[in-house]
């Protein structure tokens, strides 16, 4: 039996609100594994006879919060938001770089993310060109980039058709890399009615394993930055509500001894008035 069928078999138990269950564990499909803790990116490396699913990590492995018998939730992009499935873990390898796990309850779709996003600069460039189109789109800015699909903003004479497929051209300048892929439409919002400005979430339905690691490790590099900068304004704004209230604490201590001291009298030169009985 071929993992694929023992596959289908094992969903045929699955809610069937959540179709994308049965072909979701393709090796080298990224899902994300989270639990009370936090989450990490992980590639599908296998699906076995008996439903258990082997994942390698794509970037940082989950290590909080796993051992072996204890639960983690699967989520997988999905037609209509993502798949979630609750799974439990049944083995752990090289400090939770490789996790097998196996379903424990029905799938069901959430409106939920599977790979972190960011904002890109400058530093990104985008190219788009649809199906039975000669045109092509370059973007005005790339909205959000993450390993799964991109958002763009592009100026357009009619909305673009939800469904819709296209090609696309990643360039990470800084980096020299340029990334191909396929993409889906699956929303367009019109965000300026006079100008035409669109803005579209294109879904990645064609990527090879190599461009799709080189987006997650980019957003993955780009987060820690965001992270780092974040930390160092918390730890500015501490440093400096700390020295405010230092130097309120120090006002006030003088305040108070001023208050607290003797008054003495202030010597005029001139002698005191006697006072008649």
């Known amino acids: 039996m071929s993992d694929n069928t023992a596959l289908r078999k ?8 959540c179709s994308q269950a049965i072909d979701f564990a393709e090796p080298g499909t990224v899902v994300r594994l989270e639990n009370d803790y936090g989450y990490a990116l992980y590639r599908i490396s296998m699906v076995m006879p008996d439903k258990t699913i082997v994942c390698r990590s794509v970037e940082s492995p989950l290590v909080d919060g796993c051992d072996v018998g204890r639960p983690l939730t699967i989520v997988h992009s999905a037609a209509e938001g993502s798949c979630v499935i609750p799974v439990k873990i049944i ?3 090289d400090r ?5 796990v196996m379903p424990i309850g029905k799938a069901h779709i959430e409106e939920r993310r599977v790979f972190p996003r960011i904002k890109p600069g ?3 460039q ?3 060109q649809f199906d039975n189109s000669n045109s092509r789109y370059k973007s005005i800015a790339i909205h959000d980039l993450s390993g799964g699909g991109v958002g763009v903003d592009i100026y357009a004479k009619n909305p673009v058709q939800r469904g819709l497929r296209a090609k696309l051209e990643i360039d990470f300048l800084n980096r020299q890399n340029r990334i191909h892929a396929e993409g889906e ?3 367009c919002t019109l965000l300026n009615a006079s100008t035409r400005q669109f803005l579209l979430g294109i879904k990645f339905i064609e990527i090879s394993q190599a461009d799709q690691q080189k987006i997650i490790e980019f957003v993955a590099a780009e987060l820690k930055k965001q992270e780092a900068r974040e930390t160092m304004l918390r730890e500015k704004e501490a440093k400096e509500k700390k020295a405010m209230e230092s130097e309120l604490k120090t006002v006030k201590t003088v ?3 001023s208050k607290a001291a003797p008054k003495t009298a202030i010597n005029t030169g001139k002698p005191a008035r006697s006072v008649r009985k």
Do not use: F
């Open 10 to 17: 094992a969903n045929s138990s699955i809610d069937s609100d």
């Open 91 to 93: 083995s752990i390898a």
């Open 96 to 100: 939770a770089e490789i996790i097998a």
């Open 122 to 124: 400058t530093n990104v």
């Open 126 to 128: 985008l190219r788009l």
């Open 185 to 187: 439409v699956t929303h």
């Open 255 to 257: 305040k108070t001894a």
